[in-house]
């Protein structure tokens, strides 16, 4: 066996398993099943999916922190399980937790990562003022970390991340605990991270639209699997017609609603969470006096009913058999 | 797109990693420990807090006790000052020491551990990065904590040699001390847990030793426990060492198997880093 990947991708993942312990006598949690992907260099690849889907657990394993239990993955031409030091000289990692030192200032937080990376002195920190210029982070470069706003100690993340100009960068969720304004920062950064540097970035989130706006392609992962790979386009077109949603006042008659609602000609795929019942359908809006009839018929009101064209959510309630923020509560009904 | 030779290329050109591992390991390590000093430098009220306990058992306990020495069969000379000094350095090399593994908690908590497995960092260099930081804390301490004494009355006959060794042995035990820290807080990776087994060790390790009292008079099962102790050879062969004609056969074997230990528990606590990449 080579530790050297053929294949041409930037990142690529067969068959991962990994089990946790959880304590004597009770049985190990399956963070991975068979997990696999493949990203092409110079892309942005999405991991989506809820938390403890395996998405963390993924970016553990790639970027050498972490053992499979089985499987292989290579990252930018190393085997990430045989050749763990030739991948940590081509990768970045951005952890979900801030990754900079708080006591040490902007400045020295990347020199000295510069410089564990094999830099000099010089090349250094010629590479840190860059970066802190690039962020737009260079008038608190000589701050303490610990004085910064959330918005900027992220920004510093990833340039730390970046600070060796590695081949592949894992960005596990970026944005999360971000304000709306640093967000949009750093969807710019990400993507001129692919396209200006040919940089390839895994990008983990739970934000769907993060997902839709940042990925080339992305997979669904659901249970430590792969639910749905693609681009987001292609994952959005393959769902048949738009999305129909009824609310209902009561919830009670949730579970009637969505029988009912099967029943009418063109609408598949009812689902009921709540006193949500949501169904595809082919007949766009002209179904929504129908089934608004149908229901009254039945003795069930109707708060709102609306049809509209699918989106991420719908792709990843579709795959991942729920919605997406809620995960208690749904049944399935056979339409 | 790139062909994965290229690929492959291109990234060993980027940054090629100079060096052998060794001088990779040192010039690592030597990284880490300025990051650690520069905190401290920073706030250096944690030194300062570091060495109230020192005071209190130097001057209060001191004082307090000094009536000790008149107990028929205290073989410790005339000043409990004198006797206690070595003692009080070996205990604040253990309790600053036995903290030492917070830092690492802290940096598991933030994302900076996770951060500094994945890259080329040795290993072995992230251990030597505290374990010097602690050392260099600990001959801080100790010159304090002797100066204090010597302010406070006692007289060291030993001279330089004997700081020397009184230094070295503070070292010595702070490295056991701090890779033992680190090596719980890679295993337990919460501060409660870490504090907790510290406190659980560190009393003990004080009272089963010659720190505070000639064992002479302590009961037979506590001179046996001292001996294995590692507190209690750095007790006795800096007391030895300050003494104005030591017994130099007392000393070199504690520091010997002070300097086994140290190196056994280095050794022993970077491998823990695998431990703790296993539970995440």
Redesign the interface.
């Known amino acids: 066996m080579t530790s050297t990947s053929t294949s041409g991708y930037a990142v690529e993942a067969d068959d991962l398993r990994k089990a946790y312990r959880t304590g004597r006598g009770r049985q190990p949690v399956h963070a991975l099943d068979g997990l696999g992907f493949a990203v092409e260099p110079g892309t942005v690849y999405g991991l989506l999916g809820p938390n403890g889907a395996g998405k963390s657990t993924t970016v553990r394993i790639l970027s050498t922190l972490s053992r499979a239990d089985s499987g292989r993955a290579w990252v930018a031409g190393a085997d990430v399980g045989a050749d763990p030091d030739a991948v940590r000289h081509r990768i970045g990692l951005v952890s979900q937790r801030p990754s900079s030192d708080p006591m040490a200032t902007g400045r020295e937080n990347l020199v000295l990562a510069a410089r564990i990376q094999g830099l000099g002195r010089a090349d250094a920190r010629a590479r840190a003022g860059r970066l802190l210029d690039r962020f737009g982070i260079a008038d608190a470069a000589d701050r303490l970390v610990r004085t910064w706003s959330g918005g900027m100690a992220r920004k510093l993340d990833v340039a730390i991340g970046l600070v060796h100009r590695p081949q592949v960068l894992f960005l596990d969720e970026p944005t999360t605990g971000l304000d709306p304004e640093a967000r949009a920062e750093m969807w710019a950064e990400v993507g001129r991270l692919a396209g200006d540097d040919r940089m390839t970035v895994l990008l983990t989130t739970h934000y769907l639209d993060e997902a839709d706006r940042l990925a080339h392609r992305l997979a669904i992962i659901e249970s430590g699997r792969v639910a749905v790979e693609g681009t987001p386009e292609q994952l959005k077109s393959e769902l048949r017609g738009d999305l129909l949603q009824v609310e209902l006042d009561l919830e009670e008659s949730a579970a009637r609603a969505a029988g009912i609602v099967g029943t009418v000609a063109g609408v598949t795929s009812v689902l009921h969470e709540g006193r949500t019942v949501r169904a595809r359908t082919d007949a766009g809006a002209r179904v929504v006096p129908v089934v608004v009839a149908v229901l009254g018929e039945a003795g069930i009101e109707v708060a709102s009913a609306t049809v509209a064209r699918p989106s991420l959510e719908d792709v990843y309630l579709r795959h991942a058999g729920r919605s997406f923020e809620s995960t208690d509560t749904l049944e399935e009904v056979s339409a | 797109?790139?062909?994965?030779?290229e690929?492959?290329r291109?990234?060993?050109s980027?940054?090629?990693?100079?060096g052998t591992p060794i001088s990779t390991l040192i010039?690592?390590s030597t990284?880490l420990s300025m990051?650690s000093i520069?905190?401290l430098v920073?706030?250096p009220v944690f030194l300062v807090i570091t060495l109230v306990q020192p005071m209190v058992w130097l001057l209060l306990f001191g004082a307090l006790f000094r009536s000790v020495v008149r107990i028929p069969g205290f073989a410790g000379g005339a000043s409990f000052l004198e006797f206690l000094t070595p003692g009080v350095v070996a205990m604040t090399a253990l309790f600053s020491a036995m903290w030492a593994g917070t830092v690492y908690i802290d940096d598991m908590?933030?994302?900076?551990m996770?951060?500094?497995?994945?890259?080329?960092?040795r290993r072995g260099a992230m251990m030597n990065g505290t374990l010097v930081y602690q050392s260099l804390t600990s001959v801080v301490q100790t010159a304090i904590v002797l100066a204090v004494a010597v302010l406070a009355g006692a007289r060291f006959h030993g001279g330089v040699v004997g700081v020397v060794v009184t230094l070295a042995c503070a070292c010595l035990l702070t490295v056991v001390c701090a890779a033992l820290s680190n090596a719980i807080a890679l295993m337990a990776r919460q501060q409660e847990a870490l504090i907790g087994i510290s406190q659980f060790l560190s009393l003990p390790m004080t009272f089963l030793s010659s720190a505070i009292m000639d064992p002479s008079l302590a009961p037979g099962w506590i001179r046996d426990c001292a001996r294995f102790n590692p507190l209690d050879w750095a007790v006795v062969a800096s007391r030895e060492a300050l003494l104005g004609s030591p017994d130099w056969s007392a000393v070199w074997p504690r520091l010997a198997a002070l300097v086994a230990l140290a190196a056994v528990m280095a050794a022993a606590a970077t491998r823990t880093f695998g431990s703790y990449?296993?539970s995440?």
């Open positions: 797109m790139r062909s994965p030779h690929a492959a291109s990234a060993s980027a940054h090629a990693f100079a010039t690592h990284y990051r520069r905190a920073r706030q908590q933030r994302g900076v996770d951060r500094l497995l994945a890259s080329p960092v990449q296993r995440i």
